[in-house]
Structure formats: structure tokens, C-alpha cells
């Protein structure tokens, strides 16, 4: 005879139900977290094609969820609206035809008001299917469930840095944190840069379980691990500075042609650039906008927003380079860096923080969180590269052509989304995200 069971603890609710409810609803509350500052008037702007509104990433992350799991796994489960496919949708063609990109800032329509019922809807169905779900960590509802989380951590970034991108366009300079101080800028200097060998070889890069663990989460294009070769090479144990970069403003480098390569150049004449995104000269002062609107220039702080072309233009400027993503990648695996929660997201700072004035010189510091960092790697597939079949073979593969690898995690990335083989992409023009500059040589 079977044991009596309560109602308030169902035999039949798996143990991984439970897990798979938390962090799903953690993760979705995170998104609604970032939004909850602004106006509804912020969550519609669309400055340039990059950008998209607020607005939008909530509404588009709640479809991802709706169309891959919604829809393919709860029976009888019924879509919140049928046109909501076509507005939300972002690049799968696979899934029909959409809003173009550059039009997302149009949607006045449905309000804002709506976009969170539709998260509500969408959120309550979540969990009712989560309840009935089994352990099979290997199963195909468990991969497209985890990527679909990843995904919305990777809004969570984007919204962060389209948030700003949105503000910083107002001529009012508004500050998306009314209810906490900013920073203050640091009193003293950043600790003196130093350079760490690194010794060449053959070494492995991708992403690998720890030693005795289960595979875990990585995206498609971490896979697979393979041997590459370096030579030996040195690496700078912390990030260019602001005050660094300064030096190279003040010392003309935006009027120089000679550290740039041709193409950079051309944009510094057509787009006027005379230093990183967001700062701002005024009676002599060096000013940068921020989430608490415009701050003095922090000298210490890691320089951000800078395009592939600037920081390599900077890297020349000293005598040093960019490093590619292998360096970066074996470097890291030497140096293991510890992963602080301080430099991610979860610390509301959205901004990179000075490294101490007692930093050892020894250790290279940086690495996870803080900036992204720019490598002279082009973003092309590993070798054993395989696209997944169907809509989300669209996910990564696509987009392996003209653009650059950057590496690292930034302040606006969820710790828990990063690792050593993590490999985002940019083409070499884009300085909306927490980007960043370490030397080699």
C-alpha cells in the first residue's frame, strides 16, 4: 500500500522541479529589477540600431521562453498573443519574418503596461510546466530550458548597457540610479602596471569541465576544446587605466594617423571621435557619463567603451598589442582568477571598479568581470564546430564573419554566466559595452 502523501509536498513533484523554479524565477526577476528605475517613456527609445528599448528585451526574452518550451512542451498551452511572434522575434528566420531591427524603437505599441502582463502570463505557465518536469539533466527540454536562461542573462547585460546608451543621449544627462551615491573617484593612483610571462607551447582552449565534474553549460561556439600553439608572450597583470588613456588624448592620438589602422582612422575623421564613448571635456575638466548621470573622470578606473579600433590604436601608441584569444584564454588558465561578485552585475555598480593601491604585482588581476576585453582574434568557428539543428542552429553560427572575440565578462555580466572560455563577439566599430584594453607583448 502506498505511503500517504501531503498536499503541501506532492510525491510527485520531481526534486529538480524546485531548483529549476527558483532559478527561474531569480533570473526573471533580475530583468524586472533592472527596468524598475526608469520611466515608461525610457523604455521605448531606440537611439541607434545597436540599442534596442528596454521595452522590447522584456518582452522578446518572454518570448524566447514561450516559443522554445511554451509552445514545444506544456499541452494545450495557448500563445498570449498571436502578432506577438512577429514583433519579438530578433534574427531567427526560422521562425518567420519580424520587426526589422532598426525599427524596434517604433512600438509604441503594445504598452508597457502589457509587456509585463506578458511576462506574468508567460512567467505562470513557466512554472506550472517546471512542476511536472523530470530529473534528466540530459534531456532535451533541461538544455533548451538552461540556454533559455543564459539568454536572459545576456539581456540583463545588454539592458544595462542600452539603458545607458539611451540616458547618456539625453541632453538633461538624467541618472538611471536616483536613490544611491555614485562612486567616488579614486584618491590614488592606480598601482604601477606590470608584465607577467607567460611561457609558449601547446596548450587546450574551449570549454572544459573541471577535473571529475559533469559537463555543464557552455554555448556552442566554446566547443570544442582543441590544442592550439603561442609562442611565449607577456601579458599586463591589470587593465588600461583611464588616466593611462588620457595620456593618449592629451598626446594627440585622435589626431595622429600613424598608431591607427586604416579603417579606425577613417572613422575618427568621419565620426569625429576625440575619445571614449561617454566622456565629455568641459573648462578643462574630463568628464564621463554615467548611470548616475555625468561624473568627473575616475584616473584609476579601467577605461571602457572603446572600440577594437582604439585599443588597438592605444596598444601601438605604447609599443605593445593586443593579445589574441588563445593568450588570453591560456594566460587565464594559468593565473586562475577568483571570481568576485563585486565586478559583476550583482554589485549595481555598473561601472568598473579602480583595482587597490595594494594589488600584488605579482597576480594578474581583472581577468573575469570588470571590462570585456578586446582580442586580435577574429570570431570563427572552432574546429569540430556544429551548429544544433533547427532555430537555435541560428544562435551563434551566423554570425562568425567580421567580427572580433572579446573575453573576460564586464560589470554588467551576471557572475554566474562567466567562464574562462566564454566568447563574445563585436564588430570592431562598437563602443556601447563595457569594453576594455590589457597589453601584450
Given at each position: 500500500?502506498?505511503?500517504?502523501?501531503?498536499?503541501?509536498?506532492?510525491?510527485?513533484?520531481p526534486?529538480?522541479?524546485?531548483r529549476?523554479?527558483?532559478?527561474?524565477?531569480?533570473v526573471?526577476?533580475?530583468?524586472?529589477?533592472l527596468?524598475?528605475?526608469?520611466?515608461?517613456?525610457?523604455?521605448?527609445v531606440?537611439?541607434?540600431?545597436?540599442?534596442?528599448?528596454?521595452?522590447?528585451h522584456?518582452?522578446?526574452?518572454?518570448w524566447?521562453?514561450?516559443?522554445?518550451l511554451l509552445?514545444?512542451?506544456l499541452?494545450?498551452?495557448?500563445v498570449?498573443?498571436?502578432?506577438?511572434?512577429?514583433?519579438?522575434n530578433?534574427y531567427?528566420?526560422?521562425?518567420?519574418?519580424?520587426?526589422?531591427?532598426?525599427?524596434?524603437?517604433?512600438?509604441?505599441?503594445?504598452?508597457?503596461a502589457?509587456v509585463?502582463?506578458y511576462?506574468a502570463?508567460?512567467?505562470?505557465h513557466m512554472?506550472?510546466?517546471?512542476?511536472?518536469?523530470?530529473?534528466?539533466?540530459?534531456?532535451?527540454?533541461?538544455?533548451?530550458?538552461?540556454?533559455?536562461?543564459?539568454?536572459?542573462?545576456?539581456?540583463?547585460e545588454?539592458l544595462?548597457t542600452?539603458?545607458?546608451?539611451?540616458?547618456?543621449t539625453?541632453p538633461?544627462?538624467?541618472?538611471?540610479?536616483?536613490?544611491?551615491?555614485?562612486?567616488?573617484?579614486?584618491?590614488?593612483?592606480?598601482?604601477?602596471?606590470?608584465?607577467?610571462?607567460?611561457?609558449?607551447?601547446?596548450g587546450?582552449?574551449?570549454?572544459?569541465?573541471?577535473?571529475g565534474?559533469?559537463?555543464g553549460?557552455?554555448?556552442?561556439?566554446?566547443l570544442?576544446?582543441?590544442?592550439?600553439?603561442?609562442?611565449?608572450?607577456?601579458?599586463?597583470?591589470?587593465l588600461?587605466?583611464n588616466?593611462?588613456?588620457?595620456?593618449?588624448v592629451?598626446?594627440?592620438g585622435?589626431?595622429?594617423f600613424?598608431?591607427?589602422?586604416g579603417?579606425g582612422w577613417e572613422?575618427?575623421?568621419?565620426?569625429g571621435?576625440?575619445?571614449?564613448?561617454?566622456?565629455?571635456?568641459?573648462?578643462?575638466?574630463?568628464?564621463r557619463f554615467?548611470?548616475?548621470?555625468l561624473?568627473?573622470l575616475?584616473?584609476?578606473?579601467?577605461?571602457?567603451?572603446?572600440s577594437?579600433?582604439?585599443?588597438?590604436?592605444?596598444?601601438?601608441?605604447?609599443?605593445?598589442?593586443?593579445p589574441?584569444?588563445?593568450e588570453?584564454?591560456?594566460?587565464?588558465?594559468?593565473?586562475?582568477?577568483?571570481?568576485?561578485?563585486?565586478?559583476?552585475?550583482?554589485?549595481?555598480?555598473?561601472d568598473?571598479?579602480?583595482?587597490?593601491?595594494?594589488?600584488?604585482?605579482g597576480?594578474?588581476?581583472?581577468l573575469?568581470?570588470?571590462?570585456?576585453?578586446?582580442?586580435?582574434?577574429?570570431?570563427?568557428?572552432?574546429?569540430?564546430?556544429?551548429?544544433a539543428?533547427g532555430?537555435?542552429?541560428?544562435?551563434n553560427?551566423?554570425f562568425m564573419?567580421?567580427?572580433l572575440?572579446?573575453?573576460?565578462?564586464?560589470?554588467?555580466?551576471?557572475?554566474?554566466?562567466?567562464?574562462?572560455?566564454?566568447?563574445?563577439?563585436?564588430?570592431?566599430?562598437?563602443?556601447w559595452?563595457?569594453t576594455?584594453i590589457?597589453?601584450?607583448?
Amino acid at each position: 500500500m502506498p505511503a500517504a502523501t501531503s498536499a503541501l509536498a506532492p510525491a510527485s513533484r520531481p526534486p529538480a522541479a524546485s531548483r529549476r523554479q527558483s532559478r527561474y524565477a531569480a533570473v526573471r526577476e533580475q530583468t524586472a529589477a533592472l527596468c524598475r528605475p526608469l520611466l515608461p517613456e525610457d523604455t521605448v527609445v531606440q537611439p541607434i540600431i545597436d540599442v534596442s528599448p528596454p521595452k522590447w528585451h522584456l518582452a522578446h526574452t518572454t518570448w524566447f521562453f514561450e516559443t522554445f518550451l511554451l509552445q514545444e512542451h506544456l499541452p494545450g498551452y495557448r500563445v498570449f498573443h498571436e502578432q506577438y511572434a512577429y514583433l519579438f522575434n530578433s534574427y531567427y528566420n526560422s521562425l518567420g519574418s519580424r520587426v526589422n531591427r532598426a525599427d524596434r524603437g517604433t512600438l509604441s505599441r503594445p504598452p508597457l503596461a502589457d509587456v509585463y502582463r506578458y511576462r506574468a502570463y508567460v512567467d505562470e505557465h513557466m512554472q506550472r510546466l517546471l512542476a511536472t518536469v523530470g530529473d534528466d539533466e540530459a534531456a532535451p527540454f533541461a538544455a533548451v530550458f538552461e540556454l533559455g536562461l543564459q539568454h536572459e542573462q545576456q539581456h540583463q547585460e545588454l539592458l544595462v548597457t542600452d539603458i545607458k546608451y539611451i540616458l547618456s543621449t539625453n541632453p538633461l544627462a538624467p541618472a538611471y540610479w536616483t536613490d544611491q551615491p555614485a562612486p567616488v573617484a579614486s584618491a590614488t593612483a592606480a598601482p604601477a602596471a606590470t608584465w607577467l610571462s607567460v611561457p609558449g607551447g601547446v596548450g587546450t582552449i574551449g570549454y572544459q569541465p573541471a577535473a571529475g565534474d559533469a559537463p555543464g553549460f557552455c554555448f556552442d561556439n566554446e566547443l570544442a576544446a582543441h590544442p592550439v600553439y603561442v609562442a611565449d608572450f607577456r601579458l599586463q597583470n591589470r587593465l588600461v587605466t583611464n588616466g593611462e588613456y588620457l595620456e593618449f588624448v592629451r598626446a594627440g592620438g585622435y589626431r595622429d594617423f600613424r598608431p591607427w589602422l586604416g579603417e579606425g582612422w577613417e572613422l575618427v575623421q568621419s565620426q569625429g571621435w576625440q575619445a571614449p564613448l561617454y566622456w565629455v571635456e568641459r573648462a578643462g575638466e574630463w568628464l564621463r557619463f554615467t548611470h548616475h548621470g555625468l561624473q568627473p573622470l575616475d584616473l584609476a578606473a579601467p577605461v571602457t567603451h572603446v572600440s577594437f579600433y582604439e585599443a588597438d590604436a592605444y596598444a601601438h601608441w605604447t609599443g605593445a598589442r593586443l593579445p589574441t584569444e588563445a593568450e588570453w584564454e591560456l594566460a587565464a588558465r594559468r593565473f586562475a582568477p577568483t571570481l568576485d561578485p563585486a565586478h559583476f552585475l550583482e554589485s549595481n555598480r555598473f561601472d568598473p571598479a579602480p583595482l587597490p593601491a595594494d594589488a600584488a604585482p605579482g597576480r594578474c588581476h581583472q581577468l573575469l568581470g570588470s571590462c570585456w576585453e578586446w582580442t586580435y582574434s577574429a570570431y570563427h568557428p572552432y574546429p569540430g564546430f556544429d551548429k544544433a539543428p533547427g532555430a537555435l542552429g541560428e544562435y551563434n553560427g551566423k554570425f562568425m564573419i567580421n567580427q572580433l572575440v572579446l573575453r573576460g565578462g564586464s560589470c554588467a555580466t551576471p557572475a554566474s554566466h562567466i567562464r574562462l572560455s566564454y566568447r563574445n563577439f563585436f564588430h570592431a566599430d562598437k563602443r556601447w559595452q563595457f569594453t576594455g584594453i590589457r597589453l601584450a607583448q
